[in-house]
């Protein structure tokens, strides 16, 4: 505190104003110590690798939950995510509470909200558009399409209650890059960032040029990231370097035009480039992943006085996708490949209307899907070569239509909101496999299709001016992916296992209830209290095949898993959220998070070494792949009117013990990480934002990351990393 | 009022997130059936092979020893006096046998084995046409079985690897293989473009001495003796000097392997 204060005094703040805050500030600081103990406490009590870990991530989360929606909503703005080190949306993401996820590699973290993953999400960009994964490790996710320096915006909605972008069954996140906007007279804008950070000697570059006047204008942009493998924290003197680089470039290209005032069109370009990018936990490596996405979108506004928008969006993304095990040993006797293209051909219309208080959402989308691709290997064995070129997917076609209102309103102290939702799916594959043992078919017809109805409803009471109560009910259901249906014998899993697809599967639903306690406060801020339970029906899980039904194809694997449906799980859990205001000069913000999830039935395969030997059924068995308890705490100081910004952060996650008994999942200790940054706005033009993750070099990993191949160990996370961002705009 | 309605609330939100924490429970299938286990053994002349030893003297009068041993065995059959029998496929129908790992010379079978007396076990040497297909085997050990495409795919039945004392007093070693074979055209041989058709070497072998009983939630332990000596005599002699040190593309020693193979194996039930 004297620190903080005599800094205040060189800078010569005005002493009324310090008066006048300080007991805010009294305020602010005990509740801070009392969170800091509590996550400290936990994570000592929790510490992954014994001692005093800490780690932090210098994050400040704005979360904007509290405002009028019954559900959850955080969004992270272009300002927030600059002032974050950042080299993969996914891994970003994972600053949210109980968003977390699956880390493969040193890039590519697929995101997981509340244990639910993969197409249990709808992970869209810029409002609508789609990307089918071209890989079937998903080494792709649709978070690593885009860069985090071309994002306006991140829209982070919990639960299945946002149904107007597709199907929407766990969770919604929206990526929304920068667009183009018009100007009164001819302008031109740049911005350019340099970043750079240590263990992995990554840097990452970026520059933008927009500009235009009132009729066409413009938006260009790249971005270059070239990273080298990182290592990971201090382990009993030691530490541990991971087969992890990467190097990828991207440009986009926006064009737009204003038809009326009240209109627009806006065209856009963008390719993605990946080459060479390692994922140490996964058989094979990105070799090249080259992304293509074109879009067409036109927005009218203002249409007449009872129709306020109208948004038509058209939009193609393509994908190759290339992977091979050339950088792994073995390959001087056995090579793998598998090349898959995926196509994502789609578009949406909305149309959103207004009389007095009621607002009216409606509109349909559709897309089609299509993916195919294949693996060649090749084996040296005495003398000769062998070659066996199979097909992951063959033509393999998903075509999805869906009709979609939403209507808000309020009366009274309360504020409703419902939203509908029908898709009709359809899926075929050219695959000619047959997998028939004593009658049961595994894989056979190819042919599936589902009508599905999603709704969802909710309400917030408004209890006062500060605090207001919201209940949100939903249900949603997906019908199952590319990958679900139609993958033939790759470890796609977690597990170790090859996974086959199950052409009959079921779509899945989940019925959820979200209860919410808000209270916001200018001089408190904001806090907010959310527990959720889902009833999930049709779950899709996995269960292993005998070797006498299919054999695994992938070099290290224990056998082969089909995709299932089980009869239900149900997740429940809940989440804390405090964020100080914004008009002070020490600020900070809280959030914790835990999810706790069960199957009732599952079966567990009784091993004898590597021999199954028996099989018994566990009850009441946890869920694999949920993330344990964490909670994170952040605090900053504005010096010099906000141009200097230095923030500390602790993040403390707890062991997770609730691991899967049928699946053999391993606990994973607790830990805790302390991150420290400082920002630094030079003058109008120019910033620097530099800190250190990790501060202690601590060595740990997430519950969710994968096993490195062919070990039982599990990737670590990077230790210890300086880094240094420069930013210029003209 | 206002607290009532906050307390009504907490309420609620904590009935939505209750923890009641179940812990996980496991419950055995329980079925009228027992279990089978076989353990591989592997002697010569009756004693437990020693490998890298040049102390055995096969029929031919051949001096050798061994030191590599691995094979197949698939579609374990047992048999009941009345005609039913109970094929071993319910995990897995091919099992791998290698003298190095010790944890392939046991296998607790998977299958759940219905109550009863039981005539004889039975099974196929190697893998059967339908299923030795090449890359269905990727993992270690069973992918080092792999039979080149050339001479027919799929997998060795059977690897012996050894040395033999050649009429000259010379060591040399032996690949004592067996897989598909191969018919060529006229008198040549290891020329793989002149193969005009494959041969099937797997063949079935009864084990004598195999009736077992399995009573409801038993376990019965059947040892299976491979007769490594066997392979070189009845009803053929096989000459090391003869057929010399490979003979996976020699259709005619392999043959003759196969002939030899259907009485090299005997059984031990446990009692």
């Given at each position: 505190m004297f620190i903080l204060q005599t800094m205040e005094n060189i800078i010569k703040m005005k002493y009324k104003y310090l008066f006048k805050i300080f007991s805010y500030k009294q305020r602010v600081i005990k509740l801070m110590l009392g969170l800091f103990l509590l996550v400290t406490n936990l994570s000592f009590a929790y510490s992954q690798i014994t001692k005093d870990t800490i780690k932090l991530t210098p994050v400040v989360i704005l979360d904007n939950s509290v405002i009028k929606k019954s559900y959850l909503k955080s969004a992270i703005l272009k300002v927030q995510i600059q002032n974050e080190e950042i080299r993969d949306v996914g891994d970003f993401l994972r600053i949210l509470p109980n968003v977390s996820g699956v880390r493969k590699g040193g890039v590519s973290v697929d995101p997981v909200v509340r244990g639910f993953k993969f197409s249990q999400l709808n992970v869209v960009l810029d409002n609508g558009i789609k990307i089918e994964n071209g890989c079937p490790n998903r080494m792709d996710p649709v978070s690593s399409h885009v860069e985090a320096e071309d994002i306006e915006k991140i829209e982070v909605i919990k639960g299945p209650f946002v149904l107007k972008y597709g199907p929407s069954f766990g969770g919604l996140i929206n990526l929304i890059t920068e667009e183009p906007h018009p100007y009164d007279k001819f302008e031109i804008h740049a911005n350019a960032l340099y970043g750079f950070e240590t263990n992995w000697n990554g840097q990452k570059e970026h520059i933008s040029i927009n500009g235009g006047n009132k009729k066409i204008y413009f938006l260009a942009s790249g971005n270059y990231k070239n990273y080298g493998n990182y290592k990971s924290g201090n382990l009993e003197g030691h530490d541990m370097t991971f087969s992890s680089s990467f190097k990828k470039n991207n440009f986009t290209g926006k064009l737009g035009f204003s038809i009326k005032p009240n209109q627009n069109i806006i065209l856009s370009y963008t390719g993605i480039n990946g080459k060479d990018v390692l994922y140490p936990a996964l058989t094979m490596d990105e070799k090249s992943d080259d992304t293509r996405i074109v879009s067409a979108d036109y927005k009218a506004r203002d249409l007449s006085k009872f129709v306020k928008v109208l948004d038509i969006k058209v939009y193609q993304s393509n994908v190759d996708h290339v992977m091979d095990n050339?950088?792994?040993?073995?390959y001087s006797t056995k090579q793998m490949i598998a090349e898959v293209n995926a196509v994502n051909t789609g578009g949406r219309a909305e149309i959103t209307m207004q009389q007095t208080k009621h607002k009216i959402l409606a509109g349909f989308d559709f897309e089609n899907i299509n993916k195919d691709g294949d693996r060649t290997m090749t084996m040296q064995m005495m003398g000769t070569t062998s070659t066996k070129k199979s097909n992951l997917w063959d033509n393999a076609l998903i075509q999805n239509a869906g009709l979609f209102a939403e209507y808000n309103t309020f009366f009274s102290s309360f504020e409703f909101n419902a939203g509908i939702r029908g898709d009709f799916n359809k899926a075929t594959s050219g695959d000619t496999l047959k997998i028939i043992k004593n009658d049961v078919n595994y894989f056979n017809a190819v042919n599936s299709q589902y009508m599905n109805l999603s709704a969802s409803i909710g309400i917030t009471k408004k209890i006062n001016e500060y605090f207001n109560v919201s209940l949100a009910l939903g249900r949603a259901s997906r019908s199952p992916n590319m990958l679900e249906r139609y993958i033939k014998l790759m470890a796609v899993g977690y597990d170790n296992f090859d996974y086959l697809g199950n052409p009959q599967l079921k779509p899945e639903t989940n019925n959820e209830a979200d209860l919410t306690l808000k209270f916001s406060q200018d001089n408190t801020g904001s806090i907010y209290l959310n527990g959720f339970y889902s009833y999930v029906q049709n779950y899709i899980t996995a269960e292993r095949l005998s070797p006498s039904v299919v054999m695994p194809q992938t070099q290290g694997v224990l056998g082969v898993k089909q995709f299932v449906n089980t009869d239900y799980v149900t997740f429940k859990g809940c989440e804390f959220g405090y964020t100080s205001p914004d008009n002070f000069s020490l600020g900070g913000s809280m959030v914790a998070a835990y999810t706790y999830a069960v199957i009732p039935e599952d079966t567990k395969y009784v091993l004898n070494g590597t021999q199954v030997t028996g099989e018994t059924i566990v009850t009441n068995d946890a869920l694999s792949e949920i993330p344990p308890f964490e909670a994170t705490i952040c605090v900053y100081y504005k010096f010099m009117k906000g141009n200097l910004i230095p923030k500390i952060s602790f993040r403390a996650v707890a062991e997770q013990r609730h691991t899967s008994v049928a699946f053999y999942e391993a606990h994973t200790p607790g830990f805790g990480i302390l991150n420290l940054s400082l920002k630094y706005k030079v003058n109008k033009n120019a910033e620097i934002n530099t800190g250190i993750n990790n501060v202690f070099d601590r060595a740990y990993y997430e519950h969710l990351n994968r096993k490195i191949i062919g070990t039982t160990g599990k990737l670590y996370e990077p230790g210890r990393v300086f880094f240094i961002n420069l930013f210029v705009n003209i | 009022m206002k607290n009532k309605q906050l307390l009504f609330l907490l309420f609620l939100l904590v009935v939505i997130i209750n923890f009641s924490c179940k812990k996980p429970q496991e419950n055995p299938l329980v079925a009228e059936t027992g279990h089978i286990s076989f353990k591989f053994t592997h002697v010569v002349d009756g004693l437990p092979l020693q490998i890298d030893t040049m102390k055995y003297v096969n029929a031919a009068g051949n001096p050798y020893s061994i030191y590599d041993l691995q094979y197949f065995i698939s579609d374990v059959t047992l048999h009941k006096s009345d005609g039913t029998k109970k094929v071993?496929?319910?995990?897995?129908d091919i099992d791998y046998i290698d003298i190095h790992i010790p944890s392939t010379l046991t296998w607790d079978v998977y299958d759940s084995i219905p109550v009863g007396t039981y005539d004889s076990i039975s099974f196929t040497f190697g893998i059967s046409g339908a299923k030795n297909k090449s890359f269905m085997f990727v993992n270690y050990p069973e992918v080092n079985m792999m039979w080149p495409d050339l001479l027919g795919g799929g997998y060795h039945y059977m690897m012996i690897n050894g040395k033999w004392q050649d009429s000259i007093n010379q060591i040399e070693n032996f690949n004592f293989h067996l897989g598909i074979g191969q018919l060529y055209k006229g008198n040549a041989t290891n020329c793989v473009d002149s193969i005009y058709a494959f041969v099937q070497n797997y063949f079935n072998v009864t084990l004598p001495n195999s009736s077992f009983t399995i009573s409801e939630g038993s376990t019965r332990h059947v040892e299976i003796i491979m007769n490594v000596d066997s392979w070189f005599k009845t009803p053929h002699i096989y000459n090391h000097n003869y057929w010399g040190q490979n003979i996976m593309e020699i259709q005619p020693a392999m043959q003759m392997v196969k002939e030899n193979g259907y009485d090299v194996f005997t059984a031990h039930v446990i009692q």
């Open positions: 050339s950088k792994r040993p073995g | 071993i496929s319910d995990w897995k």
